[in-house]
């Protein structure tokens, strides 16, 4: 998309070329670390710029992967450099002011503490994409349907175990398909979880760490003692307590629903009566990753999508899922509208312009009042 142009302005040559930053800092999340890190390692790269890949103190060894194919695929050395560690080198990268770009994928506390740490520094080009709470509104869909309905919210919530900011984590439910949630409960208490190497293979893993785990666990309690009721109970599991069950929380009576990302596999859902009412709800919070309805009338899924504030807005689709053929970011407090994927090479350069002339075309301006 950035290609060199030219044009003739007034008898003069005007070029736009773009320019490479520079030096591009890459902070890759825990749960994609090579997706979501190449999302941002692939642009600078074409656009120019030498990388400093930083992956998840969670998964090290996934992020000294990629740097290690990157070096077979025939990259030269030091054009992409791999540092681990914690969030203490995070911050000293973010902050030298040898770093002409940062390129981040993660919490949205961590996004927001990048952002004020380069306030200052209106030099260096920051893309964060920090998360979600993202509703998902079921409006009406044909009864035969309802085993795709019922997979599709799953898909949505409980895939990877919840571990994806674009994940759906409000369940907006026309009061005429109340009966889906017992189906739903039925066959969320009966989803298979476990090792990857189980027979069966299970349909989802384990949070990352049992922290992480006792961390979800605990805000379900914590809604809980504000009236939010558990449609299927949560609960800890597995040898390292690492497994979270799937959990439906009826929030209809919940005194204090706070506008957080509960990054596991844990759906709020909520009824209501008409649509207006849907949309407006499910707008009502600081994020705005991703969005989407399920219904069979394309006219309200137009409403939907023009009403929706939004990076990613899908109409009978799961929320998770992505192609780098098309932009992968959010607004509002989700992100800064740069998104990683097709997009992020048009911010992995900047736009720089001439007025060039050929020696022997120079001429004389002739503008009043200089005499020689």
Known sequence: RNKETTREVKGLTSKTRFKPHGVICVLGPYNFPFSMANSHIMPSLLAGNTVIFKPSELTPLAGIAVAQIWQEA??????????????????????????????????????????????????????????????????????????????????????????????????????????????LSTVLSNLK?????????????????????????????????????????????????????????????????????????????YLYENLNEAIEKSNDTKFGLSAGIVTQNKEKYNEFYLKTKAGIVNWNQQLTGATTFAPFGGVKQSGNYRPAGYLSADYCSYALASFEVEPDQIKLANTPGIYF
């Open 74 to 183: 025939g990259l030269p050395k030091g054009v992409l450099n791999c540092v681990t560690g914690d969030k203490t080198i995070g911050k000293y990268l973010v902050e030298h002011k040898d770093i002409d770009g940062i390129f981040f994928v993660g919490s949205h506390k961590a996004g927001v503490s990048i952002l004020q740490s380069t306030v200052t520094t209106p030099n260096k080009i920051v893309a964060v994409e920090m998360g979600g709470n993202s509703p998902l509104i079921i409006e009406d869909f044909d009864e035969s349907k309802e085993k795709e309905i019922i997979s599709l919210i799953i898909h949505s919530t409980f895939i990877t175990s919840g571990q994806r900011c674009s994940a759906s984590r409000r369940l907006y439910l026309n009061k005429k398909h109340i009966s889906i949630l017992d189906k």
């Open 193 to 269: 979880i476990g090792d990857i190497n189980d027979s069966p293979e299970p349909f989802c893993g384990t949070m990352i760490r049992p922290e992480f785990a006792k961390a979800v666990y605990n805000k379900v309690q914590e809604l809980v003692t504000y009236g939010a009721k558990e449609i299927t109970k949560c609960k800890i599991s597995g040898v390292n307590e690492t497994i979270v069950s799937p959990t439906l929380l009826d929030m209809k009576e919940c005194t204090n629903d706070d506008d957080t990302e509960i990054f596991g596999p844990v759906l709020k859902v």
